[in-house]
C-alpha cells in the first residue's frame, strides 16, 4: 500500500464530498428563489 495513493483518494473524496454540498445548497437555494418568484 503506498501512502500517496491514499492520499489522492482522500483529497478526491474531500473534493467530491464538497461539490455535492455546494450543488445541494445551489439546488435549495434556485429552488428557494423559484419559489419567491
Known amino acids: ?3 500517496k ?3 489522492t ?3 478526491v ?3 467530491v ?3 455535492m454540498l455546494i450543488a445541494i ?3 435549495a437555494i434556485l429552488g ?3 419559489a419567491v418568484i
Open 1 to 3: 500500500m503506498s501512502s
Open 5 to 7: 495513493k491514499t492520499n
Open 9 to 11: 483518494f482522500s483529497k
Open 13 to 15: 473524496t474531500k473534493v
Open 17 to 19: 464530498v464538497w461539490v
Open 25 to 27: 445548497l445551489g439546488a
Open 32 to 34: 428557494g428563489v423559484m
